[in-house]
């Protein structure tokens, strides 16, 4: 039987990267194909082909054995192929039936848009499917892993024969993602081919039926789950050993070097999203914040780096108060910050990688002299960074928009290791990397911590959190529901604690009301 979809050299080429090299690519009916590659190794560029936001330079596509030519996403739906974005794409104020309905509108009566006919429609979508929604839900108040049932029913609604999943986990809880695998397996079995993007070596052996591996814009292996393992997936992403395991001694930390007491933040609706939050972090330790992204840890982080103003209670670095310290005072007393959003908070995207190393000295001496800008000093010292930290550009010169993620990534972290600080936030600092940026920057927070920096980690990634941690503060609807000590508790009980729930043995509440780990 031939394959539902192939792919036959194509090739793309950007100004000074070759993206996509006469990739080979064939999907079966019924079939998961796992794309794993490390950022920038031309996975996100093949996709964007298939789904008509990129046009090859060489190269075709067939569908059922027969030629077609995809210039536009609307082209791509036409063919039956659909894509769940890693950001999705709702629109929070519509319903869950005017977002599936968006562009395939139904209508009665000549303009009146038909939701009833339309939630008949999307209801046994729902059961064939095990996709339970509320059609008549606003998007804006269903939990994560419900807007990503509607995106999945958004493209089975649109009859989507081949479903791409582009790192479909990246917002869910454990729980969740388990529940996704096997939503996936459910329709592959209803004859639904997936492609599924991810850089989560466990996911990709746990649900993947076929593994193809891409490397520098070229195939450089296909697999099974049954031939593979984590160790030698991650060699051929690489294309070196790589060491999954983060190496840390244990280490007796020092003095407090910043204390949160009592910490109130509100949203702009003046709901509280941190209620009352009290933690230190000492030097020489990594303190990790575990939780399901959206219960408070964003609006936490902004309120300790001066992003936000809080509402209450007190934030101290080493004994000065900076509850309403601007980002810059907070910087220069020895602060670093790496943003969960990169782009957003970390760099200046049309800036030239050079400057974006210096945004938190560049008014400084050596880099400036007054108001002029120093620039032969400061492409001296990007060209070192660039080396000692590994960034992958043609030039100190080039735009920082221009890197893959990764290499962004590693920008923010050369800029932010590479002065002299006491307390560094590490929010997200892994997010949507591929395992090669993960050993690095695991390896470089851990020489932080060992050198005698507090460390404070933000991730939704549990397995992140239990690694690099020596503590482990557990977030759930904007408190602080435990404080644990990470060699003395499971992953389960952790996980648990993350859904609102304490573990019946082994935990007592202390007068702050906080839950420790009593063995």
Same mark, same amino acid.
């Given at each position: 039987?031939?394959?539902?979809?192939?792919?036959?050299?194509?090739?793309?080429?950007?100004?000074?990267?070759?993206?996509?090299?006469?990739?080979?690519?064939?999907?079966?009916?019924?079939?998961?194909?796992?794309?794993?590659?490390?950022?920038?190794?031309?996975?996100?560029?093949?996709?964007?082909?298939?789904?008509?936001?990129?046009?090859?330079?060489?190269?075709?596509?067939?569908?059922?054995?027969?030629?077609?030519?995809?210039?536009?996403?609307?082209?791509?739906?036409?063919?039956?192929?659909?894509?769940?974005?890693? *950001?999705?794409?709702?629109?929070?104020?519509?319903?869950?039936?005017?977002?599936?309905?968006?562009?395939?509108?139904?209508?009665?009566?000549?303009?009146?848009?038909?939701?009833?006919?339309?939630?008949?429609?999307?209801?046994?979508?729902?059961?064939?499917?095990?996709?339970?929604?509320?059609?008549?839900?606003?998007?804006?108040?269903?939990?994560?892993?419900?807007?990503?049932?509607?995106?999945?029913?958004?493209?089975?609604?649109?009859?989507?024969?081949?479903?791409?999943?582009?790192?479909?986990?990246?917002?869910?809880?454990?729980?969740?993602?388990?529940?996704?695998?096997?939503?996936?397996?459910?329709?592959?079995?209803?004859?639904?081919?997936?492609?599924?993007?991810?850089?989560?070596?466990?996911?990709?052996?746990?649900?993947?039926?076929?593994? #193809?591996?891409?490397?520098?814009?070229?195939?450089?292996?296909?697999?099974?789950?049954?031939?593979?393992?984590?160790?030698?997936?991650?060699?051929?992403?690489? /294309?070196?050993?790589?060491?999954?395991?983060?190496?840390?001694?244990?280490?007796?930390?020092?003095?407090?070097?910043?204390?949160?007491?009592?910490?109130?933040?509100?949203?702009?609706?003046?709901?509280?999203?941190?209620?009352?939050?009290?933690?230190?972090?000492?030097?020489?330790?990594?303190?990790?914040?575990?939780?399901?992204?959206?219960?408070?840890?964003?609006?936490?982080?902004?309120?300790?780096?001066?992003?936000?103003?809080?509402?209450?209670?007190?934030?101290?670095?080493?004994?000065?108060?900076?509850?309403?310290?601007?980002?810059?005072?907070?910087?220069?007393?020895?602060?670093? *910050?790496?943003?969960?959003?990169?782009?957003?908070?970390?760099?200046?995207?049309?800036?030239?990688?050079?400057?974006?190393?210096?945004?938190?000295?560049?008014?400084?001496?050596?880099?400036?002299? /007054?108001?002029?800008?120093?620039?032969?000093?400061?492409?001296? *010292?990007?060209?070192?960074?660039?080396?000692?930290?590994?960034?992958?550009?043609?030039?100190?010169?080039?735009?920082?928009?221009?890197?893959?993620?990764?290499?962004?990534?590693?920008?923010?972290?050369?800029?932010?290791?590479?002065?002299?600080?006491?307390?560094?936030?590490?929010?997200?600092?892994?997010?949507?990397?591929?395992?090669?940026?993960?050993?690095?920057?695991?390896?470089?927070?851990?020489?932080?911590?060992?050198?005698?920096?507090?460390?404070?980690?933000?991730?939704?990634?549990?397995?992140?959190?239990?690694?690099?941690?020596?503590?482990?503060?557990?977030?759930?609807?904007?408190?602080?529901?435990?404080?644990?000590?990470?060699?003395?508790?499971?992953?389960?009980?952790?996980?648990? #604690?993350?859904?609102?729930?304490?573990?019946?043995?082994?935990?007592?509440?202390?007068?702050?009301?906080?839950?420790?780990?009593?063995?």
């Amino acid at each position: 039987m031939a394959p539902i979809l192939e792919l036959k050299g194509i090739t793309k080429q950007f100004p000074g990267v070759l993206a996509n090299d006469h990739i080979d690519l064939a999907l079966n009916k019924g079939e998961i194909l796992a794309l794993l590659g490390e950022n920038g190794a031309g996975k996100s560029t093949l996709m964007n082909i298939l789904y008509g936001l990129y046009q090859p330079d060489e190269g075709d596509i067939f569908i059922n054995d027969e030629k077609i030519v995809i210039n536009s996403p609307t082209d791509a739906i036409d063919a039956g192929i659909g894509m769940v974005h890693q *950001h999705f794409m709702l629109i929070p104020v519509f319903t869950v039936v005017e977002n599936i309905m968006l562009g395939q509108e139904s209508v009665k009566f000549g303009d009146f848009l038909d939701r009833a006919d339309a939630s008949k429609k999307i209801l046994e979508i729902s059961e064939q499917f095990n996709l339970p929604v509320n059609p008549n839900d606003l998007v804006r108040d269903i939990p994560v892993g419900i807007q990503q049932k509607v995106e999945i029913i958004k493209l089975l609604y649109r009859q989507a024969e081949i479903l791409i999943f582009d790192e479909p986990t990246a917002v869910l809880t454990p729980q969740e993602a388990d529940e996704l695998f096997d939503i996936m397996r459910s329709l592959a079995k209803q004859g639904k081919s997936i492609i599924f993007i991810t850089h989560k070596l466990r996911e990709v052996l746990e649900v993947a039926d076929r593994i #193809m591996v891409i490397r520098l814009g070229a195939v450089v292996g296909e697999t099974t789950p049954q031939q593979a393992d984590k160790n030698s997936l991650a060699a051929m992403m690489v /294309g070196r050993e790589v060491s999954l395991v983060v190496e840390k001694e244990t280490k007796v930390p020092g003095d407090i070097v910043v204390s949160i007491r009592d910490l109130l933040v509100t949203d702009k609706y003046q709901n509280i999203v941190v209620d009352h939050v009290s933690l230190d972090v000492r030097a020489g330790e990594v303190v990790g914040i575990a939780g399901v992204q959206g219960n408070g840890q964003t609006e936490l982080v902004e309120a300790i780096t001066g992003l936000r103003k809080s509402a209450g209670g007190q934030v101290t670095l080493m004994g000065r108060d900076i509850t309403h310290a601007t980002p810059r005072k907070i910087t220069e007393l020895g602060s670093a *910050h790496v943003p969960e959003d990169r782009q957003m908070d970390g760099l200046v995207l049309p800036f030239p990688t050079a400057e974006n190393l210096v945004l938190c000295t560049y008014y400084k001496k050596p880099f400036s002299k /007054g108001a002029v800008l120093q620039y032969q000093i400061i492409l001296e *010292h990007a060209k070192r960074l660039i080396h000692d930290f590994d960034i992958r550009t043609p030039s100190a010169l080039t735009p920082v928009s221009n890197l893959s993620g990764g290499n962004q990534q590693k920008v923010i972290i050369a800029r932010e290791l590479s002065r002299p600080i006491q307390f560094l936030m590490a929010s997200q600092p892994t997010r949507g990397l591929d395992v090669g940026s993960i050993e690095y920057i695991h390896k470089r927070l851990v020489q932080k911590r060992d050198e005698g920096c507090a460390v404070l980690l933000v991730s939704p990634e549990l397995d992140e959190v239990m690694e690099l941690s020596d503590r482990i503060a557990v977030m759930f609807r904007g408190k602080i529901l435990a404080i644990v000590d990470s060699q003395l508790v499971t992953k389960e009980q952790v996980g648990l #604690m993350m859904t609102g729930e304490i573990p019946e043995e082994g935990f007592h509440a202390n007068e702050n009301r906080v839950v420790e780990r009593t063995f």
